[in-house]
């Protein structure tokens, strides 16, 4: 706020306390005042105006000068107010009651959104663990009374099992930090884990699996992380092609170690490769082979995120995809 914009914003105000006081020396003059007398008098008057006029200039440049500082600096806009005094003009008062009582708004609207959020989030994850067992269940009878056609229904079990899955890992990928314990593993015993709970369709899709190097110690959460390698053996299932076969090794670095899972399936267009991650994003392969839902690697990127972990993806089109997970060594997880 500066002296000029204040000046044009009191202009009327200005303009007439100036013919005021025109107004006022003509009125003495025409009742015989004398003109030392009517100078002294509207001089004086003036002076209280201009001074009248400095203390509201300075009252409200300290105002907004603190008022847009405050504005700077914070991260979220919206707790200005918290940190407001409120200030001695009436104009600035008003402004300060209008503050509070639209953040008091806000911050109920949020927490009522908050509430349902929550309440949404522990009902989606309550009917993901009971319908979790009619899903076992039809795997069972289905294992006792093998078929082709019953294989072929186990086949799509295991895809309603793996979006049921997402659906909870979705839910509750915005509060990792508060469901997460990092402890120490190997990739062997992360990888067996997934392998043997996708073993049944990697039969099924008659996948040849490969593995080495995987004695590799690596420091993480193993539920996060092996829900993230699942959909990575799920996508390559999902995209094979003849003879599908899956190479999974270790990589020792100097400042982390990598798991890397490799595919010979129909591999990524360049053209989708650079949005694999987005969120809803199937790209061609999602449109022309399989019903695609895009979340499956945006959830395992968001969750590396969270967890501090790497991940990236390397595809030729027609020759195989690879993702690569990468565990940093730090002492924070120690």
């Not at 927490?111 to 039809?138: D, G, N, Q």
């Not at 402890?183 to 062997?188: F, G, S």
Request: hydrophobic residues 40%; positive net charge.
């Amino acid at each position: 706020m500066n002296f000029v914009d204040f000046l044009k914003d009191k202009a009327f105000s200005v303009l007439f306390v100036v013919l005021s006081s025109l107004f006022a020396v003509v009125l003495m003059n025409m009742l015989g005042v004398g003109a030392y007398a009517a100078g002294f008098i509207t001089g004086l008057f003036l002076l209280g105006q201009a001074a009248a006029l400095g203390m509201e200039y300075f009252q409200k440049k300290t105002f907004y000068n603190e008022l847009f500082q405050h504005l700077e600096k914070l991260d979220k806009k919206y707790l200005l107010s918290e940190l407001l005094d409120e200030p001695s003009f009436l104009e600035g008062k008003l402004l300060y009651e209008v503050e509070k009582t639209t953040n008091k708004a806000m911050n109920d609207e949020i927490a009522r959104y908050r509430l349902a959020s929550r309440e949404y989030r522990e009902y989606i994850e309550t009917w993901v663990h009971e319908v979790k067992t009619p899903i076992s269940s039809s795997k069972l009878i289905i294992e006792n009374n093998r078929n082709k056609i019953t294989l072929n229904l186990n086949e799509e079990l295991s895809k309603i099992e793996n979006y049921v899955e997402q659906a909870l890992f979705y839910s509750r990928s915005n509060s990792v930090e508060k469901d997460y314990v990092i402890k120490q593993t190997t990739l062997k015993e992360l990888v067996n884990s997934s392998l043997k709970k996708y073993s049944a369709l990697l039969i099924e899709s008659k996948v040849h699996v490969e593995t080495s190097a995987l004695d590799k110690t690596v420091f993480t959460d193993v539920k996060w992380t092996d829900f993230m390698i699942g959909q990575i053996l799920m996508n390559s299932i999902k995209y094979r092609k003849g003879n599908p076969f899956l190479k999974i090794c270790g990589l020792q670095n100097e400042n982390s170690v990598t798991l890397i899972i490799e595919d010979n399936g129909i591999g990524i267009p360049k053209k989708d490769l650079g949005r694999v991650f987005e969120k809803g994003f199937t790209g061609e392969n999602g449109r022309k082979i399989a019903k695609s839902t895009g979340i499956g690697l945006y959830l395992c990127k968001k969750l590396c995120d969270k967890l501090n972990l790497g991940i990236s993806i390397a595809s030729n089109e027609g020759a195989g995809t690879m993702v690569s997970l990468v565990f940093p060594k730090s002492n924070m997880y120690l």
